[in-house]
Structure formats: C-alpha cells, structure tokens
C-alpha cells in the first residue's frame, strides 16, 4: 500500500461530502456537469477494479468511499436537474399569466 496513493485517495475523500452538502442545500444543477461526473464515477471503478485484480489491499476501501459519494450526488444532481426544469417552468407559467393580465 502506497501512503500517498491513501493521502491522494483521502483529500478526494473530504471533498465530496462538501458537494453532497451543497447539492443537497442549494437544490440546483446549476454548476453541475452530468459528463464530469461520469467521468468521476467510471475513474473510481477502474481503481477498484484494479485494485481488486492486481494490488489489492486497504485502499480499496477508500475508492469504494469515493465512488459511493460520487454516485450519491450524481443521483442528487438528476434531483436537482428536475427541480430546476419544474421552477423554470413555474416561472415561465408565472410570465404567461401576467402577460395575459396586463
């Protein structure tokens, strides 16, 4: 096992609790990237696919963390997404009707 490969795999870590946390209290895509977070989620598989075929050892545990909270706020961001098409709906919904009042 490698300590830097657990430090590099541990700083990634703290970072999506951060993001799970604002997905979950901003209750917006905005900002968000579908692609890139694929791109996230498939990378992290690859290491725990790796690492279970080829250097397995405790590490593996902190892919399985990381891809885990990946896939939490990648399902938090499709919530979001629709959250978003239904305000921007409501809005415009909101504009026809004072359009028609005016």
């Not at 830097?4 to 209290?25: D, Q, R």
């Not at 239904?86 to 919904?93: D, V």
Request: positive net charge; contains cysteine.
């Amino acid at each position: 096992m490698s300590i830097f490969e657990a430090l590099m795999m541990l700083g990634f870590g703290l970072a999506w609790p951060c993001n799970i946390y604002k997905s979950v209290k901003t209750k917006t895509a905005a900002g968000k990237s579908f692609a890139f977070m694929i791109t996230i989620e498939l990378a992290y598989l690859c290491g725990v696919i790796h690492k279970v075929f080829y250097n397995y050892d405790a590490v593996i545990w902190l892919y399985v963390a990381n891809l885990v909270m990946v896939f939490i706020d990648l399902m938090l961001m499709i919530r979001n997404r629709k959250l978003d098409l239904q305000r921007q709906a409501a809005q415009q919904t909101q504009a026809q009707v004072q359009a028609q009042q005016a």
